[in-house]
């Protein structure tokens, strides 16, 4: 099993900067693939970005050019760096991680705010 702890989420104004942090413990060397989701009330969760093991990333075209995603091996963790935040990028952001086993564990979920 693997447990992930989310912070960093909060109300930022538009334009601004946020740095999401997920901490994984537990069967981290299964690990295969980190990444943060994003869901609205109404509205299917979505990819935001993804980093393997290997550090090959993807991203959703609408977070292109003004999302980051990085992870630091030796602390079990995955950073989004947000930028140029708009009001659509209000969500709540989700760590998610898939093992080598394609099982797949998620956090408890960190709402961003982004307004005025």
């Known amino acids: 099993q693997v447990q992930l702890v989310e912070s960093g989420g909060g109300l930022v104004q538009p334009g601004g900067s946020l740095r999401l942090s997920c901490a994984a413990s537990?069967?981290?060397?299964?690990?295969?693939?980190m990444g943060w989701y994003r869901q609205v009330p109404g509205k299917q969760r979505e990819l935001v970005a993804g980093?393997?093991?290997?550090?090959?990333?993807n991203y959703a075209d609408s977070v292109k050019g003004r999302f980051t995603i990085s992870r630091d091996n030796a602390k079990n963790t995955v950073y989004l760096l947000m930028s140029s935040l708009k009001p659509e990028d209000t969500a709540v952001y989700y760590c998610?991680?898939?093992?080598?086993?394609?099982?797949?564990?998620w956090g408890q979920g960190t709402l961003v705010t982004v307004s005025s």
């Open positions: 980093i393997t093991s290997g550090g090959i990333t």
């Open positions: 998610n991680t898939v093992l080598y086993s394609a099982k797949m564990y």
């Open positions: 537990g069967s981290i060397f299964s690990i295969y693939a």
